[in-house]
């Protein structure tokens, strides 16, 4: 099972349809026992962190994404699915959220247009089948206003200029993460799916 979380304010037609494309059938759950039980899991996620945690937490599914990771499950997170994944996050004040990957997520610096929004370059720091065929420093479609700070450089995969040298992939065992949305990023963003979805279930 691909299991799509769920909690109430995904960015899941673009994401399922992406996959769908692909010839793989995701399922869309809210169910902490489907994320427990799926061979890969994908959190997708729009608007501000701390309200995605308040409903991770109250559906259950924080826990089952922490226990899936934990056990190496693939995990693949898009924007907010990214950010949630670091110790807490600056947006409304501070929120903690998963603590999966030791960091902060912090506002993109003043001076700049906020959100970050459009196509921009993604550099690509390591090799990771993720990448396969895709072009270094190839251009992805960003929305954001805050970027994520991981403590452990090395969990980096991707990185993004926009005022300042962000942070816009990482990448740790069977997790992987993007700032950007590779399903409105065209073929190459059809072809990082596929590219996880083959290594994940091989």
């Not at 979380?5 to 759950?29: F, Q």
């Not at 489907?34 to 599914?61: C, R």
């Not at 997520?105 to 993604?122: D, Y």
């Not at 072009?135 to 954001?144: E, K, T």
Request: aromatic share 8%; proline share 6%.
């Amino acid at each position: 099972m691909i299991a799509v979380i769920d909690y109430g304010a995904g960015n899941l037609r673009s994401v399922t349809n992406a996959i769908a494309a692909l010839g793989y059938e995701p399922k869309v759950t809210s169910s902490p026992a489907d994320v427990l039980a799926a061979e890969v899991v994908i959190l997708p996620g729009v608007g501000a962190a701390g309200d995605t945690m308040q409903s991770l937490k109250k559906q259950g599914l924080a826990d089952a994404i922490c226990r899936s990771i934990a056990d190496n499950r693939p995990f693949l997170g898009i924007c907010i699915g990214l950010q949630v994944l670091f110790t807490g996050t600056e947006e409304g004040g501070w929120h903690e959220c998963l603590n999966v990957i030791p960091g902060r997520v912090r506002k993109l610096p003043p001076g700049l247009k906020i959100p970050h929004m459009g196509w921009n370059q993604v550099r690509q720091k390591t090799s990771h089948p993720v990448f396969e065929g895709i072009p270094d420093g190839a251009d992805f479609y960003f929305v954001h206003s805050y970027c994520a700070e991981p403590d452990d450089k090395t969990v980096v995969l991707g990185e993004t200029d926009y005022g300042i040298t962000f942070c816009s992939a990482i990448a740790r065992g069977n997790l992987v993460a993007t700032q950007f949305h590779p399903e409105k990023s065209g073929e190459l963003g059809l072809k990082m799916y596929d590219n996880f979805i083959k290594h994940a279930l091989a």
